[in-house]
């Protein structure tokens, strides 16, 4: 479950332990995050579209041709 911005976890997640990370204040904290979401924003509207295809077409491989109909006759085991 992700947490949310009013969970009080003081305990580093396992996969951030990799990438030794700096103490900050509160206001740079706030500042990088809110600096990074707003260039995920930028990338997000740029890139959208194809991010989305990606992952559309990513699912459709997945999936059952439409046009195929399962024998009815043929048990499924």
């Known amino acids: 479950m992700k947490p ?4 009080d976890n003081t305990e ?3 996969y951030l332990q990799a ?3 700096p103490r900050l204040g509160d ?4 500042q990088i995050h809110d600096f990074i ?3 995920l924003d930028l990338f997000e509207a740029r890139y959208g579209d194809q ?9 459709s491989d997945n999936l059952v041709d439409s046009n ?3 024998d009815l006759d043929d048990p499924p085991f």
Do not use: E, K, N, S
């Open 4 to 7: 949310t911005p009013c969970d």
């Open 12 to 14: 580093p997640q396992p």
């Open 19 to 21: 990438i030794p990370m």
């Open 27 to 30: 206001d740079a904290v706030i």
């Open 37 to 39: 979401h707003h260039v």
């Open 51 to 59: 991010i989305h295809r990606f992952y559309q077409d990513l699912c």
């Open 68 to 70: 195929t109909h399962p």
